[in-house]
DNA sequence: GTCGAGCGGATTGTCGACAATCCGCGTTGA
DNA sequence: TCAACGCGGATTGTCGACAATCCGCTCGAC
C-alpha cells in the first residue's frame, strides 16, 4: 500500500516570506497526499485545534497545507460525509457544532451499538486482545496522572474504537469511528469545563469485566458508561443568539 | 423518503454543431445537478440494473447523464463512501461486490442496531406512524401478489428505513440507510434465484406486534427476521473464477 | 435616521485541458 | 512455444482559469 508517489514538482508557492528562512519544520515538498491532508484536517478539528463553527476556507486550508485547491475539497468533502464539517453551498465548509438534538442521537445511537459490541467481545477476546486493553488501560491511567487532558480525551475515544476493532467487525469499526469523531466534537462543545471527561475511571471497570468474562457485565457497565458521558454534558437547552431575541418579542 | 424521480428528460444528447457556436452562453440545460446524478447511479446499482462488480467508467457515465467529469467524480466519490461504490486508485470505481465476510458483518451490525430501534418505535409511536406502516404494509402486499420481485426487494428495504424515520433520529436513520443499501447488493449477489427475499411476510408479523404494542415481542421478530434474510443467503464459500484456477494448481 | 439598491471584494462552483497511469496486445528473442 | 518487453489506447488524476454566488459596505432617497 503505498501511498500515491507525486513528483516533487513545484507546488507553486510563489510568494513565500518565511520560506526564505531556513526550514527546519516545513518542508516546501511535503506530500500533501489526499490521505495525509484530510488526516491533518481531521485532527485539527477533532483535537479542537479549530473551534466547532469555524470556517473552513479553501484557500487558507491551500496555503497551511500546501496543496491545491481541488484537494482540498476532496478532502473536505469526505469531512462532510463523515459529519466532521457541514458544507453550505455557495457558503462554504464549517466545522460541525452538533445541535443538542444530535448530540442525544448521537449517544442513543451509541447505547444501541456499544453494550452488545463489548458483551461479545467479552466472550471471544483472546490473550493478545487482552494485552492491548491492558496497555490501553495504561496509558490512560498514566494520562490521568499527569492531568494530560488532551490526551485523555483522544485516549478516551480511541479504547472504544479499540474494542470495535478487537471485535473484528470492519464495517462496525468504520461506522463507530465517525460516531466516536462527532462525540469528540460534541464534547468539547458541550462538557462542563472543570470536569474531565467524567473523573470516574468507567473505561477500568469494564476492562476488569471483560478480563473476568463477565459479559454482561462488561455490557452493563457500557451502557452505564455511555450515560454517564452523556449527563456530564450540559445539554440543557442553550439558547442561541438570534432566537432569543426573536422569541423575546413573541 | 426519496423517491426516485428519474428524470423525464431524454439523453440522446449527439454532435449539435451550430448549437455551440449559436448560444456562447450554453447553460447546463438539463438539470444534472449533482444530487440528480447521484440519486441516479445510486438508484441503478441498488435496483440491480448495473451488475456488482461491474466498472463504472467516468466517461461513459458523463454521456449518459449527460454531466461533466467532476460532477460524476463527486457522485462517485460519495457513493464510494457509503461502501456502494468501490473506488480502486487509477483503476477507476467498480460498483460494490461485499464479500461473504462483509456481508456476515453488515447483518451482524444490524441485528444490534434494529432490534432495539423497532422496540422504542412500539412503544412511542403514535396514530400518524401507524398509519404510515400499515399504508407501506400494503404496499408490499400489492407487490407480493403481483410477484413483482424488483418492487418487493425495494419495498421490503424501505420497510427498515421507514421504522428509523419512525424512531426520529437521523443519524440513526443515515446510518440505517447505507446498511440497507449494501444490503440489497448483498441480496442480489448472494440469494437462492428461485426464493424471493425470503417467502415469509415477516414484516406483517412485525407490523403487527408494533399495533399491540408489544415491544419485546417486535424486537424479538425483528432479530428472528434479520436471522432469516441472512440465512437465505447462499453465503457458503463461493469460489470466484481467478482464484479457482489459481488454487487449483497449488 | 432608516431602508433598500447597488457595487466590490472574497469565496465557492465548474469546466476543459493536460499529465500520469494502467492494461491489453503484438513483437521479439531464446 | 513461451516469457519478457514495450508500445498504444483508454482511463483516471490534477491543476489552473473562469463563472457564479454571496456578503458587507456605501450611497442615495424618503
Not at 13 to 38: G, K, M, N, Q, V
Not at 154 to 181: D, P, Y
Request: net charge positive; proline share 4%.
Amino acid at each position: 500500500m503505498v501511498a500515491v508517489r507525486h513528483g516533487a514538482r513545484s507546488m507553486n508557492r510563489r510568494a513565500e516570506p518565511e520560506a526564505l528562512r531556513r526550514a527546519p519544520r516545513r518542508r516546501p515538498a511535503r506530500d500533501a497526499s489526499l490521505e495525509t491532508i484530510y488526516d491533518r484536517i481531521f485532527s485539527a478539528i477533532v483535537e479542537h485545534r479549530i473551534a466547532p463553527g469555524a470556517q473552513l476556507v479553501e484557500e487558507k486550508l491551500c496555503a497551511a497545507l500546501g496543496a491545491s485547491r481541488a484537494r482540498i475539497r476532496q478532502a473536505l468533502a469526505r469531512l462532510a460525509h463523515e459529519g466532521v464539517v457541514t458544507l453550505q453551498p455557495n457558503r462554504g465548509a464549517f466545522v460541525a457544532e452538533p445541535t443538542i438534538e444530535q448530540t442525544r442521537d448521537l449517544f442513543e445511537l451509541r447505547r444501541m451499538i456499544e453494550p452488545p459490541l463489548v458483551q461479545q467481545v467479552a466472550k471471544s477476546i483472546d490473550r493478545a486482545g487482552l494485552m492491548r486493553l491492558r496497555a490501553h488501560g495504561n496509558a490512560e491511567a498514566a494520562a490521568r496522572r499527569a492531568d494530560d487532558r488532551r490526551a485523555l480525551v483522544r485516549l478516551s475515544g480511541e479504547f472504544h474504537l479499540l474494542l470495535a476493532e478487537l471485535h473484528g467487525n470492519a464495517l462496525l469499526l468504520k461506522t463507530l469511528r465517525e460516531l466516536e469523531s462527532i462525540t469528540s466534537i460534541a464534547i468539547h462543545l458541550y462538557d462542563a469545563p472543570a470536569m474531565p471527561a467524567c473523573r470516574g475511571d468507567d473505561h477500568a471497570a469494564i476492562l476488569a469485566a471483560i478480563e473476568a468474562r463477565d459479559a454482561a457485565k462488561a455490557a452493563r457497565l457500557m451502557l452505564h458508561h455511555l450515560n454517564e458521558v452523556e449527563s456530564c454534558l450540559r445539554l440543557e437547552m442553550r439558547q442561541t443568539a438570534p432566537l432569543d431575541l426573536h422569541e423575546a418579542f413573541a
